[in-house]
């Protein structure tokens, strides 16, 4: 199985700007989840940037590293334009790996690979992870996913899907025993040609109303497998405090 990691790289971070070059015991972020990428199987690691700051000091550990335009309206869209300036074949598979996951397990970039690798008809794969706490079914933050039989994703939402009548209408709300709920995973394994496709597609009216742009796939048949992770990943940096809590994990 061959496949291709990009790590797309902003700058202007709402919550956390100059996010990739953050230091964690003595290197930056982007370096960090650039070095975990490259124990997975993936036969090219590239950092997607549009920013000259993080292009010289992906350049100085040894990246390759691709600038691509700042006026993407999605993270999709600059995938796209990555796949295109390396002349991928339509078929080949890419894998999304955010460049906010310094801790992010090789083991899973495997993973969401080969199973799109393992799935011809599909144009996208991903994770999820079940949920066991009535709360993460209704928090908004939390993306829950519903997939049949064959892991293929029937529909990804912020709100509490599926409903559960009698267990939900309760003013102390309960998990029903018998029903699974899972908790979307972001990472993406991607076929190039779908990517091709995606950024000729208009946003759906499903994917503005929940802001999920894997919405848009599904609204115009792309087939999403989804499978639970081999383990839970480790959370990402959004904030301050989240950078400071790896910190401490690192120099433990």
């Known amino acids: 199985m061959s496949f291709t990691v990009i790590i797309p790289a902003r700058y202007a971070s709402t919550r956390l700007p100059a996010k990739p070059l953050m230091d964690i015991a003595g290197k930056p972020m982007i370096q960090h989840v650039f070095d975990q990428a490259n124990k997975s199987n993936a036969q090219r690691v590239v950092i997607a940037t549009d920013d000259q700051r993080i292009f010289e000091v992906a350049q100085g550990f040894g990246a390759q590293v691709i600038m691509t335009s700042d006026q993407h309206p999605s993270g999709t869209d600059r995938l796209e334009e990555v796949v295109t300036k390396l002349k991928l074949p339509k078929q080949d598979v890419v894998v999304n790996v955010q460049g906010d996951e310094p801790m992010i397990p090789p083991e899973l970039i495997n993973q969401v690979a080969g199973n799109l690798a393992k799935r011809a008809s599909a144009g996208i794969a991903t994770l999820c992870e079940k949920i066991t706490e009535v709360e993460q079914v209704f928090n908004p933050n939390v993306v829950k996913v519903v997939f049949n039989h064959n892991g293929l994703a029937s529909y990804f939402s912020r709100a509490p899907i599926p409903w559960c009548r009698e267990g939900f209408s309760l003013e102390d709300k309960i998990l029903p025993k018998d029903a699974n709920y899972y908790r979307h995973i972001g990472i993406y394994a991607y076929r190039v040609g779908f990517l091709k496709n995606y950024v000729e597609w208009a946003p759906s009216m499903t994917e503005q109303l929940e802001c999920l742009e894997q919405l848009r796939a599904l609204s115009n048949g792309v087939d999403i497998h989804v499978e639970p992770a ?23």
Do not use: H, I, Y
């Open 230 to 252: 081999l383990f839970t990943p480790p959370a990402g940096v959004d904030t301050m405090d989240d950078l400071e809590r790896l910190r401490q994990q690192f120099s433990q």
